[in-house]
């Protein structure tokens, strides 16, 4: 079996990697890059109306053979580890005819992101997976995972084939709200893995104020019983860990738990996934509608959810009048500005930044400062620190460790047996 990483041996994002089994080919994840080759945000309207040989030329798309919809098909099927960009992305590039392999939550993610955001990768060719159910694809077997991530119902993978067997970790942690994953991996180990993929996120990054989602929700506690004004949460309505982290402290201190249309319509949807999430008629949440979000449910045919989550509005006025009881879901973006211009009175306020701090603009910092509004990072990380990383790997023993997904691979022989170091592009024969 040969394993090729196209991207992803050096960096954070852009995750593609490909298994080379006899006549069949496997790419897993396809995502889009954070950073391009100049190390700065990679942008993804860079990509609007350039031709995909251009994009593959300059090394954007990864260069695989037959993964393309301009090419004979040379791919057997995809598989997605979980639904976040960098490792999603380009799917709307691949030849339609090859097979996509994910959750159903991941599906139903990827799906609202296509109505929701412009980057859209209009599913096709889609194959729902079963968590630690073995499916085959051609002579190889797949048997994902379910595993603690800031991604719902994000999956590892092993993927066994000519007497071989590779683990892929894809994205992972051990400290979020189903950290009893990662122990039961860790306590019952898949056995005799030829190469381990592991993921690198945390690696050259400190561990965080906050060690686990527990830790969010006891220090979201306190913060919502001692506050004077309305409490602003920024946070990913993608993150459910994270919305159940922020539900579960507003219970707790007897608050109203205001989120927007978008984040109403991502737990609606899924509930099929989870009946445990919160939702919008739940006593402790209301639906505040905005324009934009309406629009989209109406341009997608999906007009009767207006009414559907009717019973949950709430209007500004009255978020106004009862300030000091409401948590408030919120973006950096034109909402929460015209938000602002609204409220009267939000001197004492408080935001509460619960995602990775290096998303925090002059900006933001600026507007919250001008009308008064206190500031203060609440998060843990959606990837494991070093110690698990640490642990997975000695509990799995593989014969090669493989850095993926970090910055800093030149750290893995220090921290880990077995080190391969691989560059994107290289053949590794297992």
């Known amino acids: 079996m040969?394993?090729?990483?196209?991207?992803?041996?050096?960096?954070i994002g852009g995750s593609c990697v490909e298994l080379v089994s006899g006549r069949t080919s496997v790419i897993v994840d396809l995502g889009m890059p954070l950073v391009n080759e100049r190390n700065e945000p990679f942008d993804s309207k860079d990509l609007k109306d350039k031709p995909m040989l251009e994009l593959v030329n300059s090394h954007v798309l990864p260069a695989v053979s037959g993964l393309y919809a301009n090419e004979e098909r040379g791919i057997s099927a995809v598989l997605l580890s979980h639904a976040h960009q960098d490792h999603y992305g380009f799917l709307q590039y691949i030849n339609p005819e090859i097979p996509v392999y994910m959750s159903r939550g991941g599906r139903i993610l990827i799906e609202i992101s296509d109505l929701f955001i412009p980057t859209k990768v209009n599913l096709r060719n889609v194959v729902v997976f079963d968590m630690w159910r073995p499916f085959a694809v051609s002579n190889l077997i797949v048997t994902p995972y379910l595993v603690d991530h800031s991604a719902f119902d994000a999956a590892a993978f092993l993927i066994e084939g000519e007497g071989k067997r590779i683990f892929y970790s894809g994205d992972f942690r051990g400290h979020g709200r189903k950290k009893i994953l990662f122990e039961k991996l860790l306590s019952r180990p898949?056995?005799?893995?030829?190469?381990?993929?592991?993921?690198?996120?945390?690696?050259?990054r400190a561990d965080g104020q906050y060690q686990d989602e527990g830790a969010v929700e006891e220090r979201l506690v306190n913060l919502f019983k001692e506050k004077e004004n309305v409490a602003f949460v920024f946070c990913s309505s993608q993150n459910i860990d994270r919305l159940v982290s922020i539900y579960r402290a507003v219970k707790r201190s007897g608050s109203l738990f205001v989120i927007d249309l978008y984040t109403a319509y991502i737990l609606d949807r899924l509930s099929v996934v989870s009946e445990h999430l919160p939702q919008f008629d739940w006593d402790e949440i209301r639906v505040k509608y905005f324009r934009s979000h309406a629009n989209v449910l109406v341009r997608s045919n999906q007009k009767e959810l207006l009414y559907k989550y009717k019973k949950a509005k709430i209007e500004i006025e009255e978020i106004d009048k009862n300030k000091k009881s409401v948590v408030m879901l919120m973006r950096d973006n034109s909402i929460f500005r015209a938000c602002l211009r609204k409220l009267t009175g939000v001197d004492g306020a408080v935001a509460v930044y619960s995602m990775w701090d290096g998303y925090v603009t002059d900006r933001f910092i600026g507007i919250l400062a001008e009308h008064g509004i206190k500031y203060e990072h609440v998060h843990t990380s959606g990837h494991a620190v070093v110690e698990d990383l640490q642990r997975l790997a000695e509990a799995l023993n593989a014969k090669h460790v493989i850095p993926i997904h970090t910055f800093h691979p030149q750290d893995y022989p220090t921290l880990f047996k077995n080190v391969h170091l691989l560059r994107d592009g290289e053949e590794f024969s297992i």
Do not use: A
């Open 2 to 11: 040969k394993l090729i990483i196209h991207r992803g041996s050096r960096e």
């Open 190 to 204: 898949v056995s005799d893995i030829d190469c381990l993929l592991l993921e690198g996120s945390m690696l050259g």
